[in-house]
T-cell receptor, first 114, second 113 residues
């Protein structure tokens, strides 16, 4: 079945450091890929998405490129802020059995210190 | 605020009991998805409803059931509760039954003692 593997956390960075969170996937067909963010005590928010190979999703300074050849969708940000501290989930949606449910990675907790 | 509401926010109950979690989707959204978030299993898809009909099932236990009502709100029923059912339960909604963005509610934290 479909699966998502993302780097284990927690990740602790200093403000203005470069961020990379690795994500690889296994899926049948051509999935769409997502990054969701969960701030403490809140639900998940869609951060960015890409629906086909070589698409780049971007939002709030975060970027991720859909790489079909390496089955990857790594999240990057050039300069993190304290307000980026949260848990980040990589996810895919593959319309097997006529549904678009999301399959999530285990999440990576990011802490940014001043 | 995603526009998806879930009640209650917190629920504490004993083993063997039954609880009902409620979700109201965003206005106009026809699909409702339920997910369970636990420390050991992570975020897992449970079940989806679209316009009142069950659309897909994931890792949902037989002790759990759900339904979507004509006004499109949904309820997740959990019965014969076990300690391992303690988790955050999220509801998400989307416009249709296609690849459209899912908006998540704030979740219901269930603690089984």
């Amino acid at each position: 079945g479909d699966s998502v593997t993302q780097m284990e956390g927690p990740v602790t960075l200093s403000e203005e450091a470069f961020l990379t969170i690795n994500c690889t996937y296994t899926a049948t067909g051509y999935p769409s890929l997502f990054w969701y963010v969960q701030y403490p005590g809140e639900g998940l928010q869609l951060l960015l998405k890409a629906t086909k190979a070589d698409d780049k999703g971007s939002n709030k300074g975060f970027e991720a490129t859909y790489r079909k050849e390496t089955t990857s969708f790594h999240l990057e940000k050039g300069s993190v802020q304290v307000s980026d501290s949260a848990v980040y989930f990589c996810a895919l949606s593959s319309p097997g059995a006529g549904s678009y449910q999301l399959t999530f990675g285990k999440g990576t907790k990011l802490s940014v210190i001043p | 605020d995603s526009g998806v509401t879930q009640t209650p926010k917190h629920l504490i109950t004993a083993t063997g009991q039954r609880v009902t979690l409620r979700c109201s989707p965003r206005s106009g959204d026809l699909s409702v998805y339920w997910y369970q978030q636990s420390l050991d299993q992570g975020l897992q898809f449970l079940i989806q409803y679209y316009n009142g009909e069950e659309r897909a099932k994931g890792n949902i236990l037989e002790r759990f059931s759900a339904q979507q009502f004509p006004d499109l709100h949904s309820e997740l029923n959990l019965s014969s509760l076990e300690l391992g059912d303690s988790a955050l339960y999220f509801c998400a909604s989307s416009v249709g039954d296609s690849l459209s963005e899912q908006y998540f509610g704030p979740g219901t934290r269930l603690t089984v003692t």
